[in-house]
T-cell receptor, first 112, second 114 residues
């Protein structure tokens, strides 16, 4: 079956540091890949997505590239802010039904 | 605001009881998904409905059931509740006729079983 593995947290960074959160996946076909973010006490919000190999998703300074050869979709940001502190989930969907398989989430803590 | 509305936001109930969680999808969305988020299991897909019909099933217990009504709102029924059912339950919806599109999530219902 499908699965998503992402690095365990928490990831603790100082403001303006570079962020990478690793995500790899296992899928039988050609999934779409997503990063969702969950701020404290809130639901999940889509951060970015990519639907085919070599696509780059980007939003709010975050980027991730769909790498089919390494089955990866790592999240990066050049300069994090305190307001980026949240839990980040990597996810995939496949088969046309948009049912999501999530990783376990990575908590990011950014200090001033 | 995602446009997906879930009620109630919090629910505290005793073991053995039954509860109903409610979800109103975004206007125009035909698909509704239910997910459970717990500390030990993470985010798990439970069940999907599309325009009133069950479309996909995930790790949903037999004590749990769901349905989608003609006005497209959905309810998740949890019965014979156990302590381990304490979790955050999310509803999500997605647009019709789009493959592998993103889902839009509600704020969740936090269920505490005591």
């Amino acid at each position: 079956g499908n699965s998503v593995t992402q690095m365990e947290g928490p990831v603790t960074l100082s403001e303006e540091a570079f962020l990478t959160i690793n995500c790899t996946y296992t899928a039988t076909g050609y999934p779409s890949l997503f990063w969702y973010v969950q701020y404290p006490g809130e639901g999940l919000q889509l951060l970015l997505k990519a639907t085919k190999a070599d696509d780059k998703g980007s939003n709010k300074g975050f980027e991730a590239t769909y790498r089919k050869e390494t089955t990866s979709f790592h999240l990066e940001k050049g300069s994090v802010q305190v307001s980026d502190s949240a839990v980040y989930f990597c996810a995939l969907s496949e088969g046309g039904y948009s049912t999501l398989t999530f990783g376990k989430g990575t908590m990011l803590l950014v200090s001033p | 605001d995602s446009g997906v509305t879930q009620t109630p936001k919090h629910l505290i109930t005793a073991t053995g009881q039954r509860v109903t969680l409610r979800c109103s999808p975004r206007s125009g969305d035909l698909s509704v998904y239910w997910y459970q988020q717990s500390l030990d299991q993470g985010l798990q897909f439970l069940i999907q409905y599309y325009n009133g019909e069950e479309r996909a099933k995930g790790n949903i217990l037999e004590r749990f059931s769901a349905q989608q009504f003609p006005d497209l709102h959905s309810e998740l029924n949890l019965s014979s509740l156990e302590l381990g059912d304490s979790a955050l339950y999310f509803c999500a919806s997605s647009p019709p006729r789009q493959l592998n599109t993103e889902a839009f999530f509600g704020q969740g219902t936090r269920l505490t079983v005591v």
